[in-house]
């Protein structure tokens, strides 16, 4: 069974794919605080968790406003984080401190976007002993998901990971062999090595795994129950 951490994309297409007997459910984050209400109704209603946050690329004058707004009842706090290539970084690194300490009061995990930034992230957390959380679509190197695992938090493998000049990210999940992973397909991005569709679907989470448990050498039984304790050790899932 492959829980889907991180799914931003089709929920016609969740109505015919939870009955996979594959694929146990997913986490839906909000990005955009315009679409919170959306996310909660359709998560509420496939009975999923979410999670809610003000995305970095969304991150401007009105962000206090909205995190101070943000409605109870999500299971996580995100999708916040620091995106080096879009945006404004130092308000980025001021709303994730608040993401996180939003986060530390509720008693929630946080979910976390980070391009090109690994570094920065990691002193923004280690401001923070008592958070927990995941930094979804990893693509950092070995050391630094050794840092962020050893700090109590998770990182998220997804579509990358099936990229054969990935490496580095290959690499990763080599050594790691599934500690302190959550699978995700982040759909409707981030799709496959030679997906043949336009978007990424959730189905493609069963792509992520079997490559998974090819990089790592581990059996999918193995896999599976080492990413629902860490599932389970997260979200309380």
């Not at 839906?28 to 959306?38: I, L, T």
């Not at 101070?68 to 970084?89: Q, Y």
């Not at 986060?103 to 976007?113: E, N, S, T």
């Not at 990935?166 to 690499?171: D, F, G, T, V």
């Amino acid at each position: 069974m492959w829980f889907d951490s991180h799914f931003h994309g089709d929920f016609a297409e969740i109505d015919s794919q939870q009955t996979s007997p594959d694929i146990s459910g997913f986490l839906v984050p909000a990005a955009d605080p315009q679409h919170w209400q959306r996310v909660i109704h359709y998560a509420t209603k496939h009975q999923q968790p979410y999670a809610l946050g003000v995305h970095p690329w969304w991150v401007d004058a009105q962000w206090r406003d909205w995190l101070t707004s943000l409605p109870v009842g999500c299971n996580a706090i995100g999708e916040t984080g620091l995106d080096a290539l879009k945006g404004d970084f130092a308000l980025q690194i001021e709303s994730f401190k608040a993401h996180i300490e939003l986060a530390q009061a509720r008693d929630l995990p946080v979910i976390a976007h980070c391009v090109r930034a690994v570094p920065e992230l990691i002193e923004v957390i280690s401001q923070y002993p008592n958070c927990r959380g995941v930094v979804h679509a990893f693509n950092g190197n070995v050391n630094q998901a050794r840092q962020l695992i050893e700090m109590g938090w998770y990182i998220g493998i997804g579509g990358l990971v099936t990229y054969p000049n990935n490496k580095r990210l290959r690499e990763v999940v080599k050594q790691l062999k599934g500690e302190g992973m959550l699978l995700e397909t982040d759909a409707p991005s981030l799709k496959p090595y030679n997906w043949p569709l336009e978007h990424n679907q959730a189905k493609a989470l069963l792509v992520v795994a079997d490559e998974v448990c090819d990089i790592s050498g581990v059996t999918p039984q193995v896999l599976s129950q080492t990413l629902n304790n860490n599932l389970a050790n997260l979200f309380n899932l």
